[in-house]
Nanobody, 112 residues
């Protein structure tokens, strides 16, 4: 039972990355799935939610730049990140509130 996040890396300001979170041993169909991030010296914060009913929610600091989506058949949740800024630098984690399960995190670094 795990969530495996990938897709992080080093990108210049204004660039894009797409993160993926693959679930194994669980089903994400009908379950809310979240992306969080944690920057050095800061608390972990919610980035985006894909709710069980199909709606999405974004924190103000990523609205209009990030998009969360999912492929239930592939048990995968995505986070498309555009117009990246240096302040987006953090470790990004996927999370299932239903299973109380965190992924291992993937590092995103945005250079200025």
């Amino acid at each position: 039972v795990q969530l495996q996040a990938s897709g992080g890396g080093l990108v210049q300001s204004g660039g894009s990355l797409r993160l993926s979170c693959v679930a194994s041993g669980i089903t994400i169909n009908g379950k809310s799935m979240d992306w969080y991030r944690q920057a050095p010296g800061k608390e972990r914060e919610l980035v985006a939610q894909s709710n069980s009913g199909g709606s999405t929610h974004y924190s103000d600091f990523v609205k209009g730049r990030f998009t969360i989506s999912r492929d239930n058949a592939k048990k995968t949740v995505y986070l498309q990140m555009n117009s990246l800024k240096p302040e987006d630098t953090a470790v990004y984690y996927c999370y299932s509130s239903y299973y109380v399960l965190w992924g291992q995190g993937t590092q995103v670094t945005v250079s200025s």
